[in-house]
C-alpha cells in the first residue's frame, strides 16, 4: 500500500471536499490547523508573492506544518490546478493513519524529501 492508497482508505471515512480548477484552499498568513493529501488533480503552492512555486500532484500532501506548528500561519498559498478531491486531515486523523500504517508516515517523509529535492536542484539552474 502506498501513500495515495491509504489515503484513499481514510477519504471513505474522512473528510473529502472537492476543489475546482482556479480556486484557493488556503492563502498566505492565514491560520492553519489540518493538512491536505490530494486524491486527484493538481494543486499549485505558491510563496513569497509568488516568486517560488511548486506543483502538487496526487499522492502528495501538502499544508503539513499546521500539524507540526502551535498557532500556525499558512506560508504561502494553494491553488487547484484542476478540480481536486482532497482529504482534509487534522492531527488526530494524521496520527490515527500513521498508527494504522506506519509505512505512510515513512512514505510522506519520502515524498516530501523528494520535493525538497526538487526545489533545491530548481533554485540551482536559476
Not at 471513505?12 to 488556503?26: D, K, M, N, P
Not at 504561502?76 to 493513519?97: H, I, P, Q, T, Y
Amino acid at each position: 500500500m502506498n501513500a495515495l492508497d491509504t489515503m484513499r482508505a481514510l477519504a471513505s471515512t474522512g473528510e473529502v471536499i472537492t476543489v475546482e480548477e482556479g480556486e484557493l484552499i488556503f492563502t498566505s498568513g492565514e491560520s492553519g490547523n489540518c493538512m491536505f493529501g490530494l486524491l486527484e488533480g493538481s494543486v499549485e503552492l505558491s510563496w513569497n508573492g509568488d516568486q517560488g512555486h511548486e506543483q502538487i500532484n496526487a499522492g502528495d500532501v501538502f499544508g503539513a506544518g499546521a500539524l507540526v506548528t502551535s498557532d500556525h500561519r499558512r506560508y504561502g498559498n494553494a491553488k487547484a490546478l484542476s478540480d481536486c478531491k482532497v482529504l482534509v486531515m487534522n492531527r488526530e486523523k494524521f496520527l490515527f493513519a500513521v498508527q494504522e500504517s506506519p509505512m505512510f508516515a515513512i512514505e510522506l517523509l519520502g515524498s516530501i524529501d523528494q520535493r525538497l529535492r526538487q526545489l533545491k536542484d530548481c533554485t540551482k539552474v536559476s
